[in-house]
């Protein structure tokens, strides 16, 4: 009987190394699947952001054209119609310039006449001549 112990348990010794050792290596195979598989994922993960970072680029470079385009032809328009105001301010200035000039210069007449009339029947009043009727 202590033989068949001694059996026995050289039995389940053998048996439990042999167990250990094929455990051990299924999971170093396990373990260096799954490093293959995490490289195979951040590759894959890094190409998806290269892809999402190229689009990104072009479509900020389109939209930034898009933008100068329409700034340089708003500013195009902007600059024709302050020209076009420029002009038509210059234009009634000057003739209102000239309106004001005639009016000032008919007026300056008038006054010139009716102070020559006026300072004449003073001075004939003074002179004791009668007044023309």
Request: a positive charge.
């Amino acid at each position: 009987m202590k033989m068949a112990r001694m059996e026995a348990m050289r039995l389940l010794i053998v048996a439990g190394v042999g167990i250990g050792i094929g455990c051990g290596v299924a999971l170093g195979q396990s373990a260096g699947q799954d490093m293959s598989n995490a490289g195979s994922h951040t590759r894959a993960a890094a190409v998806d952001t290269g892809h999402a970072t190229s689009s990104a680029a072009h479509k900020t470079a389109a939209g930034t054209k898009t933008v100068a385009h329409k700034t340089a032809t708003g500013t195009k328009t902007i600059a024709h119609k302050t020209a076009t105001g420029t002009r038509t301010a210059a234009n009634k200035t000057a003739t209102g310039t000239k309106t004001v000039a005639h009016k000032t210069a008919t007026g300056t007449k008038t006054a010139a006449h009716k102070t020559a009339n006026g300072t004449g029947k003073v001075g004939d009043t003074i002179a004791g001549r009668p007044a023309p009727q």
